[in-house]
């Protein structure tokens, strides 16, 4: 066991959790298991107010835990309006504090709960996915000049540094044909104008359903820094329309909207606009991968493998469709 990927969730119980909130941060409330992939999540409610407690992988490296902090309080500085899960400092006066379980250590935080819908609960169109792009853009413009060590770090999903995807599907012979057509359209249309592609720190996870809408409608906040990462800035678009694509037959019209409300905001260059595909089907590619290696490991978390299927799917039928046809059409519609 060498990474967060490759090591088990904690385990902890609901009852160990509402003693952490109660010993470390003072917070006296019922504790309810949360999704999660790599780690373990309880959202804790009081009598007023609602909290969610991470539990980190035993593997995660604090600089990692230490970034997301910054980062939420650098887009909150920055811009005040999106709504984040922002630390809450403990008792001792730290915003990570480190337990024990079974011999293994874990880093805990307890974050601000923030309430609304996810986007994945409530039926988008067009206009919702176009005010998406904007949001984004928006948390980007309030990223632009962070930085981070952990941000550069080796990181599978980062799809600007393909050498761990090409090392991973070595291991897996059902997609390595399909796969490796990818990475050649990846390395003949993204890596070659790779000098005219901004970079900067992103979230690098935008998907649906961790994206959260108030109860006007309004895409307000964002959810789970754990993916953040230095790369494309191109790519945090990309990463939430990847998983629009799959959800739908027909996902041309609405990428487009995504990627147009992007480029309100943040004006992107004819080369980052040019990517953008190859970028999503990059992404599809590491989620099918990395479902595939790790429900080997962890066959009882079906989280794991909630979008495999749908993005096997879109990349097989992309394969026979056209896909520069795909390139040319989202230019021409973020400039119509």
């Known amino acids: 066991m060498t990474s967060v990927f490759d090591t088990p969730a904690p385990d902890f119980s609901i009852i160990d959790a509402e003693k952490i909130a109660l010993d470390h941060f003072g917070i006296n409330g019922s504790a309810e298991p949360l999704v999660s992939d790599r780690d ?7 009598s007023n107010e609602a909290f969610v407690l991470k539990i980190s992988n035993s593997m995660e490296h604090i600089d990692v835990l230490d970034m997301q902090n910054e980062a939420i309080q650098y887009i909150h500085q920055n811009n005040p309006d999106i709504e984040l899960t922002y630390p809450i400092v403990s ?12 011999k293994l250590s ?7 709960y923030v309430k609304g819908e996810f ?3 409530l039926k988008y169109d067009s206009n919702m996915l176009f005010d998406l792009g904007e949001f984004l853009a928006c948390l980007d413009l309030a990223l632009n000049g962070f930085d981070h060590v952990a941000a550069h770090r080796s990181f599978i999903w980062n799809a600007r540094c393909t ?9 897996n012979n059902n997609d390595q044909k399909m796969i490796n057509q990818y990475l050649d359209h990846y390395n003949s249309h993204v890596l070659i ?14 998907n649906d359903h961790n994206i ?38 027909n996902p041309l019209p609405l990428i487009g909207s995504l990627l147009k409300g992007y480029n309100k905001i943040i004006p992107l260059n ?21 479902a595939t290696y790790r429900k080997k490991l962890f066959p009882e978390n079906k989280y794991l493998i909630i979008s495999e299927s749908k993005a096997r799917k879109f990349l097989i039928n992309m394969l026979d469709d056209d896909i520069t046809k795909w390139e040319s059409e989202l230019t021409e519609y973020v400039h119509s």
């Open 193 to 206: 104008n790779d000098q005219h592609l901004v970079k900067m720190v992103i979230h690098n996870d935008g």
């Open 270 to 290: 004819i080369y980052e606009l040019k990517s953008v595909v190859y970028l999503m089907c990059i992404r599809l590619c590491i989620s099918i991968s990395m």
């Open 212 to 249: 959260l809408i108030n109860p006007s409608g309004k895409i307000n906040g964002i959810i789970d820094f754990g993916d953040m990462i230095y790369s494309y800035r191109v790519l945090e678009p990309a990463v939430s329309m990847a998983y629009v694509a799959i959800e739908k037959d």
């Open 106 to 112: 874990y880093q805990v935080r307890l974050l601000k």
């Open 40 to 46: 373990q999540n309880f959202r804790i409610k009081s």
């Open 91 to 102: 008792k001792a006066g730290q915003k990570i504090i480190q337990i024990e379980k079974n």
């Open 163 to 171: 050498n761990e995807l090409s090392a991973l599907i070595d291991q």
């Open 119 to 121: 986007l994945n609960d």
